[in-house]
Structures are given as C-alpha cells and as structure tokens.
C-alpha cells in the first residue's frame, strides 16, 4: 500500500507491507515500510508504527509514546539476528507532524542513500526479506506478551489465541 496523502503529496512519501491480522492502515498498528527521505536523497526501510492513531490519542505526547513503543518493540527482538538494521529513530528530514513521527516510531530500519541505492535483486531484497522474518517474529511475541497480561479492550489489539501466519 503507498499513499500520496489524501488530496495532497505526502511529504514523506512511502510503500507498505501489512500483516492484516495486525493491521490495514498505515495509520496504526506495526508494519513494513518503505520511506523516501523529504529531500529525496535517500530511502529508509522500516519496521515502523503506525503514526496517526497515536497522534489522535495523545496529542502533543505522540512522539514521545511512539518512541516509547520503539523501544519496547524492539527489546521484543532480543536474541533475534537484528545485524545491519538500525534501531531507534531514523533521520527522513520531515517537518510535518507524520513524518516526525514516522521517525520516531522506527523499530528496526535500514538506510539507503539515493547515489547507493542497490538493484531489486541485491540487498535491498535481502535485508526486505530479512525484515519480514523479523516483523513476524516481532509479533509473535507482541502476542506472546499481551497473552500474559490481562486482555485490552482497544479495537487494535488481536484477540489472545489468535495464530498470525508468517507472511
């Protein structure tokens, strides 16, 4: 999925890979994206998290809870093998509120400036490959984890039991 921002371009313009047990939106839950940098010299691909629906809950505090998550989700990937990506917040050069938050909400991203970028045959593929074994396995445990606390009554969780297929 890719968006050119609902009626106007985006300034962070991007390509997403969804699990749909997780989400259909970019605009909450976790999945795979694909950020152009604002000035267009360079290229993320990101673990991410969606950015609008923490916008509309807290407000002000949205980048702060985004990187809270950030973190979070990425201690879930402990012991996994996280080599060569990034975690923490990305630099994409944004000025607008999604794309701060786009930022701060990486879990794990891999950066490809425009004059590097590899063919769809090389790394780019491989380390995409890699970070669809790694969005898997981080919501298992995202399931693992809200299976032993107590269920949530948000609209975005799964509900416990629920098996995710590997994509």
Do not use: C
Not at 25 to 51: C, E, K, M, P
Not at 104 to 118: D, E, M, T
């Amino acid at each position: 999925m890719g968006s050119p921002d609902l009626g106007n371009w985006a300034e962070t313009p991007w390509v997403a890979i969804f699990d749909p047990q997780e989400t259909t939106t970019a605009q909450r839950g976790i999945y795979i994206v694909f950020l152009l940098r604002h000035d267009g010299d360079g290229l993320w691909v990101s673990l991410n998290q969606g950015t609008t629906g923490i916008l509309l809950k807290y407000g002000a505090q949205y980048r702060d809870v985004l990187g809270s998550q950030a973190a979070f989700y990425s201690s879930l990937l402990t012991g996994k093998d996280v080599s060569g990506f990034h975690s923490g917040q990305i630099e994409l050069g944004a000025t607008n509120r999604l794309g701060r938050g786009y930022e701060v909400g990486a879990i794990l991203s891999r950066q490809y400036s425009r004059a590097g970028l590899p063919t769809a045959d090389g790394d780019i593929r491989t380390q995409t490959t890699r970070l669809i074994d790694l969005y898997a396995d981080l919501l298992a445990a995202k399931d693992a984890v809200q299976g032993a606390a107590e269920p949530a009554q948000s609209t975005e969780e799964i509900p416990i039991g629920t098996q995710r297929r590997r994509l």
